[in-house]
């Protein structure tokens, strides 16, 4: 999924300047009802008007640093959390569920994660009766949206004559570990509407590897990236992407935090939103500012790769009216697509998802 591994990468924080004066730009502020702020109400900057202090937070990825990172990238590098009175320290996480686990149990502020997780994580979390408690322990609520078209797919070698999902009966599919991964295939590999009979491997993120080796058949994937890697190791790859076989669009990799920073900070939390929003406009602007800010925080990623990876993600971190926002009409039908296809054990809420208001959801 993305680049390989960097070894030691871990801490991805570096010295930025301080407190820059902010702009205005914004797609969705996402608590801000919540919160019960306008535009008045900002977090204390240079230029700013309230006397919240700022906070020191730490962010896990869910993955290590690629090109679907730029908006958040961009957005540090250019000193929008600064502006929004965040000091944000970014962590690679050390396994695939790490962000999730890091951010319930309260040492992580923010992560990202694909939205499959976050539904199946809160579902799990839920108290009897299914309702989401505000301040609940071990469940989180989206933040802002990464994308907003799921990154989750299958792919497969162009060569081995696999053209259809029901052609995976009886095949190899390496995944990764993560919850989502086994859901994902039950969805996509289908015949007449039933799941087809399949191998699962797990092998972490040495699943392309192990594709280009005719190890397995298939592979989960985030196809964006994971297109780009396979063509680099040499072999042409055939992707099912999840929204195209059987799935509905909705964000597929989100920003969450715990509910009960959510409730307690909500302010620092829509900054947040807004600071990786504005990231997120400049890149769909002008996506060579995107590639500069990942390759220059990140010099040892391949440049080639990042570019073609930027290629294929731009067009799914939305439109200046859709950049980081939520549409409700999209998280309901994510958790009916969810509910009926097995992802989760039944069909969750909104309010489930997300402490946004149904009328602040939409863009």
């Not at 309260?106 to 997780?117: F, K, P, Q, S, T």
């Not at 081995?160 to 295939?185: F, H, M, N, R």
């Not at 042409?236 to 076989?245: I, Q, V």
Request: with cysteine.
């Amino acid at each position: 999924m993305g680049q390989p591994v960097v070894p030691g990468i871990a801490r991805l924080r570096r010295p930025r300047p301080r407190l820059r004066a902010a702009a205005s730009t914004v797609a969705l502020a996402t608590f801000m009802l919540l919160a019960g702020c306008g535009g008045d109400d900002e977090p204390e900057t240079a230029t700013g008007t309230q006397t919240t202090p700022p906070v020191s937070w730490t962010l896990v990825l869910d993955y290590e640093p690629n090109a679907v990172h730029a908006g958040l990238i961009r957005a540090e590098e250019a000193g929008y959390f600064d502006d929004a009175g965040i000091d944000l320290d970014i962590v690679a996480p050390s396994s695939t569920s790490d962000a999730l686990t890091q951010v319930t149990r309260g040492r992580a502020d923010v992560g990202l994660a694909d939205l499959i997780d976050v539904a199946r994580r809160n579902e799990r979390a839920a108290t009897p009766k299914g309702q989401a408690q505000p301040e609940a322990d071990g469940q989180v609520t989206l933040a802002a949206a990464i994308v907003q078209r799921p990154l989750s797919g299958l792919i497969v070698r162009a060569d081995a004559g696999i053209t259809k999902p029901e052609q995976l009966a009886g095949k190899k599919i390496a995944v990764s570990g993560l919850p989502s991964d086994e859901a994902v295939v039950a969805a996509i590999a289908r015949k007449d509407d039933e799941p087809v009979d399949t191998k699962l491997i797990t092998l972490g993120f040495n699943g392309l590897k192990a594709l280009d080796a005719r190890r397995v058949d298939a592979t989960t994937a985030y196809w964006p990236a994971d297109e780009v890697t396979l063509e680099q190791l040499g072999t042409a790859g055939r992707t099912f992407a999840l929204d195209k076989f059987g799935g509905p669009a909705y964000p597929g990799l989100v920003a969450f935090v715990n509910r009960r920073l959510a409730a307690d900070d909500p302010v620092h939390v829509g900054g947040f939103a807004k600071a990786l929003t504005r990231g997120t406009l400049d890149v769909i602007a002008d996506p060579a500012v995107g590639e500069a800010a990942v390759q220059q925080r990140f010099p040892e990623l391949d440049a080639s790769i990042t570019k073609a990876q930027l290629r294929r993600y731009v067009p799914l971190f939305g439109s200046p009216t859709t950049a980081g926002a939520f549409n409700q009409d999209d998280l309901e039908a994510f958790t009916e697509f969810a509910a009926e296809s097995g992802l989760t054990d039944r069909k969750l809420t909104v309010p489930e998802l997300s402490a946004i208001p149904p009328e602040s959801a939409q863009p």
